[in-house]
């Protein structure tokens, strides 16, 4: 007997995903726990585990189309059971056998029994065609009809180069017997740049919810930037003089991060307002610092949290921003280590950028953009010298952080990364 397989709950109060990459097809062989398709949701990406081995018999939705939770989305025969043949479905009943038809003529009063025969069965109902969005493009723009048109995706779709085949297989249509006026010549340029193409993908539930959360923020609160520069070589000369026994003793490369989590945490303390809420009528201030790090991931932009961060270790801080990273490349972060956090740090150094002002992340008060290294010339006790500069900027909400306490918290990181020995001292 087949096994249904279900979309999981994934979330609280999330109802619909969409279905992601089939890791295992129709027909594939699948060990327990191996991962058989991956389910998007507007928070994060799971997968779907094969609950015994077995043989995937038949796959109901395809990649990008949508399924509510609890919805059956395939089928999976366990091992043993028997696989039926290609084509013919584990699940579905028998046909009955048709009834015997007997050709019955009476003629002048003695009746004759003729050949008894059996009806063929009917024909099953065609399966309505399905066509990709490309594939319903290439046939609108040539003019053709769908009818007819063989598809050889996922569950007999109709796919873009399904499509192009039927559109070069049509015979070409007789010469109008008055041509038409000429066409005035396409631009030398376009002639010369090739085929124009336009490729359409489905906004993925992440990208989509990232999205909502941007507006979201630019809508209700009342953001602001302020900025500040800091001289990383203190920083820079404490990590090349630890990087190798770090290293050894931890099995994590120091980086700069750490440095900047434990700095926020201090001028989260100092200036709290910053690590607050606006949750009218009330100002909910915390006593406790999830500090949430933006990373990109396979699926856009994401931001785990690392929990009580005031209680981590540089080592702990390192380590777990690097298991993020790489998790997210892999869409396996789990959805409670995307929720919550009281302040973000985001690092668009890292991909070159030397100015941004970010936006926060609701209900969050305060975000810190950290940016490239880059070294410049700075005057220092009236002379002239070159130094690794960094730029900083808080994005805030002014309905609860003014300017005063915004340009304190961004002095309080600036100084305690100029003179790391703060963070030992805590002063």
Do not use: C
């Amino acid at each position: 007997m087949p096994i249904e397989l279900k979309v999981p709950e994934v979330g609280e109060s999330i109802t619909e995903v969409i279905i992601g990459p089939w890791k295992k097809g129709e027909g594939a062989s699948v060990a327990i726990d191996d991962a058989i398709v991956e389910i998007e949701s507007d928070k994060a990406t799971v997968e779907l585990p094969a609950p015994v081995a077995g043989t995937i018999v038949k796959v109901l939705k395809g990649s990008g189309e949508k399924a509510v939770v609890g919805e059956v989305i395939g089928y999976l025969e366990p091992a043993g059971a028997g696989v039926p043949a290609a084509g013919a479905p584990a699940f579905a009943a028998p046909p009955a056998a048709p009834s015997p038809v007997v050709d019955v003529r009476r003629t002048e009063g003695r009746t004759t029994i003729g050949s008894v025969q059996s009806p063929a069965p009917p024909a099953p109902p065609a399966p309505p065609q399905r066509i990709m969005p490309a594939a319903a493009r290439v046939l609108a723009e040539a003019g053709a009809s769908p009818a007819g048109v063989a598809g050889t995706g996922p569950g007999g779709r109709v796919t873009k180069a399904d499509a192009s085949r039927a559109v070069a297989a049509a015979p070409t249509p007789a010469p109008r017997a008055t041509p038409p006026a000429p066409l005035p010549a396409a631009p030398a340029s376009l002639a010369q740049a090739g085929a124009r193409e336009e490729r359409f993908q489905l906004i993925s539930p992440i990208r989509r919810r990232i999205a909502e959360r941007l507006v979201e923020a630019q809508r209700d609160a009342a953001l602001l930037t302020t900025f500040n520069e800091v001289d990383m070589s203190a920083v820079m000369e404490l990590r090349k003089k630890f990087k190798d026994v770090f290293q050894e003793r931890h099995g994590v490369k120091l980086g700069f991060m750490s440095f900047f989590v434990r700095a926020a945490v201090e001028a989260l303390r100092a200036v709290p307002q910053v690590n607050a809420e606006y949750r009218d009528p009330h100002i909910v201030f915390r006593d406790y610092y999830d500090i949430g790090i933006a990373v990109g991931g396979g699926k856009g932009l994401v931001v785990p949290v690392l929990r009580n961060a005031e209680t981590m270790s540089f080592a702990q801080v390192e380590s777990a921003i690097g298991e993020f990273a790489r998790r997210a490349s892999e869409n396996k972060l789990r959805l409670e280590e995307l929720q919550g956090g009281t302040f973000t740090i985001s690092n668009g150094g890292v991909y070159g950028s030397m100015l941004s002002t970010p936006i926060i992340n609701p209900p969050q008060s305060g975000i810190l953009g950290l940016h490239a290294i880059q070294e410049r010339p700075m005057a220092v006790n009236g002379q002239v010298v070159i130094r690794p500069m960094m730029y900083l900027a808080l994005t805030y909400d002014h309905r609860l952080v003014d300017g005063r306490e915004a340009v304190t918290f961004l002095k309080r990181i600036k100084d305690t990364i100029e003179d790391p020995s703060r963070l030992m001292l805590e002063v």
